[in-house]
C-alpha cells in the first residue's frame, strides 16, 4: 500500500506488529471488532480509490458511490460488519492474455468487498509480516522484486550457480483452503475473522460464457482450494501458505545440508545451490506434493551458470562481458520477453486509429510506460537495452507522424531525434542510464 495510513491506523498496526513479535506463539482473539471502526474503513477506502479498478458483479463503481456519498456509503458498511449480516458477493472473471497464448484467470470482487478485505488486511497484514521469511519478497513493506533479484544474484556469485528455476502451476488456485486456514488460526484465533476469510475464499465466481451469458460457478467452495488473483485479501494469503515451503525448508535442513537458498517473490522462486540442484529439486517437488502444490514439470529445471542463463522477475541472470575490460561476469540483464511486451506497448500508442490525436499526447502517453519500464530495469548492463528500446520508440513516432502527415518518406529528415526528445519530449532511456552507477550506456 503507497498510501501513508493515519496516525491512529498506523499506531494500531504497530502495536499489532510489536505484540506478534513479542510472542510468536500468541493468538489474536480480538481483531474482527477493528475492522468497521471509522477510520480503518475510510482508509482502506481511499486504498481501493487510488488502484481504481473495474467494478464487481454489481456494477457499482467508485463514481457511484460518490453520487451516493462516501460517508454515508461507508456508514451503512461499518453497521453491515459490525452486525454480523456482511455477506461476500460473487467474483467478476476476466481473462488477461498471457505471453504464451494462454490467459490468467483475474478475479474482481465488488468494491464493498474490496473494502473490507483491504480492512482486513491493514489489521492482519503486521500480525503475519512478524511471521514471514526474509527470503520471502512480494507484498511486504519495504521489500520488492529488485531486492529479490539482488538477492539472488548475491547468490551467484559466491559460488551458489547451480539454480533450480521452478514454477508452479496454478498456484494461486491450487492453495488448499484447510491447510491454509491453519496457517491463519496458528496466529488468529477471532471465529469472527476466520469465518469472514473463509467466506472470502469460498465465493462464487460470474463470468460470461461463449454466448455471452453470465454463468456462476463454485469452484473454489466445491474443491477447497484456491484465493481469487485480483482481491486484496489474496497476496497475503498467497505469502501465508508459501511460508509453510520456506519455513520447512529450513526446518528441516535441507538449505544447510544441501548449500540450498531459496529467493521467493509471490508464486515464483528459484532455490540457488552449490552443485546440489538436482537433490534440491527432487526435494522440493516432494514437499510441492506434501503441501497440495503442483510443479509444472515443463518449465522448472536445473540452471548451471554460467554456461545457462535463467530469467526471474522480467531479468535473464548469467553470463555477461565488461563493456571496458571485456571479461565476463555473472550479471543481470532484461529479458528479451520483457524488451518485447515493451515493444508490444510502444506499438500499441503509436498504431494508426490514433491519427487524430496530437504528437504531444502520443508522447505523453509513451513516456510514462518508458520511464515506469526503466525506473524498474535499473539493474546491471542496462545499456544496451535502453539504447534499442529508444531507437524502437522514435521509429514508431517517425511512423506515426509520417501518417499523420501523408508524408511517405523523408520521415528522419522531417523529425530528427532532437525534434522527436527535445522539442516534443519523448524521453531517452540513455540519458536515464546514464545516471546509474552499474550501468553501460
Keep these: 500500500m503507497s498510501l501513508e495510513p493515519p496516525e ?7 502495536a499489532l506488529h510489536a505484540k506478534a513479535k513479542a510472542a510468536s506463539d500468541y493468538r489474536f482473539y480480538l481483531l474482527y471488532d477493528k475492522l468497521y471502526r471509522e477510520d480503518i ?10 488502484n481504481k479498478g473495474a467494478p464487481g458483479v454489481d456494477g457499482q463503481s467508485f463514481a457511484d458511490i460518490e453520487a451516493y456519498g462516501v460517508e454515508r456509503w461507508l456508514g451503512e458498511l461499518a453497521q453491515e ?21 494462454k490467459r490468467r484467470p483475474l478475479g474482481i470482487p465488488t468494491i464493498r468487498d474490496r473494502v473490507v478485505q483491504t480492512a482486513a488486511v491493514l489489521v492482519l ?43 508452479l502451476s496454478g498456484y494461486f488456485d491450487s492453495i488448499p483452503h484447510t491447510e491454509l486456514m491453519k496457517s491463519v488460526a496458528r496466529r488468529v484465533s477471532d471465529r469472527h475473522m476466520l469465518h469472514l476469510i473463509k467466506m472470502w475464499l469460498e465465493m462464487p465466481v460470474e463470468e460470461e460464457d461463449d454466448r455471452g451469458r ?19 485479501i489474496s497476496p497475503l494469503l498467497s505469502n501465508l501458505y508459501m511460508r509453510r515451503f520456506v519455513l520447512g525448508w529450513k526446518a528441516l535442513g535441507h538449505e544447510r545440508r544441501l548449500q540450498a537458498f531459496i ?28 503441501l497440495r502444490l ?8 536445473v540452471c548451471r551458470l554460467p554456461a545457462e542463463t535463467f530469467d526471474f522477475l522480467g531479468y535473464t541472470l548469467g553470463r555477461c562481458w565488461s563493456p571496458k575490460t571485456g571479461r565476463a561476469y555473472l550479471g543481470t540483464r532484461p529479458s528479451k520477453k520483457r524488451i518485447r511486451r515493451l515493444c508490444a506497448a510502444i506499438r500499441e500508442t503509436t498504431e494508426p486509429r490514433w491519427l487524430r490525436k496530437d504528437a504531444e499526447d502520443r508522447v505523453a502517453k509513451m513516456n510514462p510506460i518508458l520511464i515506469g519500464w526503466a525506473n524498474y530495469f535499473c539493474l546491471g548492463p542496462v545499456g544496451p537495452a535502453y539504447r534499442a528500446i529508444d531507437r524502437y520508440a522514435r521509429l514508431r513516432l517517425r511512423q506515426w507522424l509520417r501518417r499523420k502527415h501523408q508524408k511517405p518518406n523523408r520521415a528522419v529528415s522531417r523529425w530528427p531525434d532532437t525534434y522527436l526528445n527535445d522539442t516534443l519530449g519523448l524521453v531517452r532511456l540513455v540519458l536515464l542510464a546514464r545516471r546509474l552507477p552499474w550501468a553501460t550506456a
Excluded at 8 to 14: F, H, Y
Excluded at 41 to 50: D, M, N, P
Excluded at 144 to 162: C, F, I, P, S, Y
Excluded at 214 to 232: F, I, M, N, S, Y
Design 294 to 301: 503442483m510443479v509444472n514439470e515443463t518449465k522448472t529445471r
Design 214 to 232: 453470465k454463468v456462476r460457478t463454485c469452484r473454489a467452495r466445491d474443491e477447497h482450494r484456491g484465493t481469487p488473483q485480483g482481491a486484496p
Design 125 to 167: 497484514e503486521p500480525i503475519f509480516e512478524a511471521d514471514l521469511q526474509p527470503e520471502q519478497y512480494a507484498y511486504r513493506p519495504e521489500r520488492g522484486a529488485l531486492d529479490a533479484v539482488r538477492r539472488v544474484h548475491r547468490l551467484l556469485n559466491t559460488g551458489h550457480t547451480e539454480v533450480v528455476d521452478a514454477d
Design 8 to 14: 491512529k491506523v498506523r499506531k494500531l498496526q504497530t
Design 81 to 101: 460488519i459490525r452486525s454480523r449480516t456482511y455477506q461476500a458477493q460473487a467474483v467478476r472473471r476476466v481473462w488477461i492474455p498471457k505471453d504464451d497464448g
Design 41 to 50: 474503513l475510510a482508509f482502506a477506502y481511499r486504498v481501493c480509490r487510488s
Design 263 to 290: 529467493v521467493n517473490y509471490a508464486d515464483d522462486f528459484v532455490i540457488c545451490c552449490r552443485g546440489t540442484a538436482e537433490k534440491a529439486a527432487s526435494v522440493m517437488r516432494s514437499m510441492m506434493t506434501q
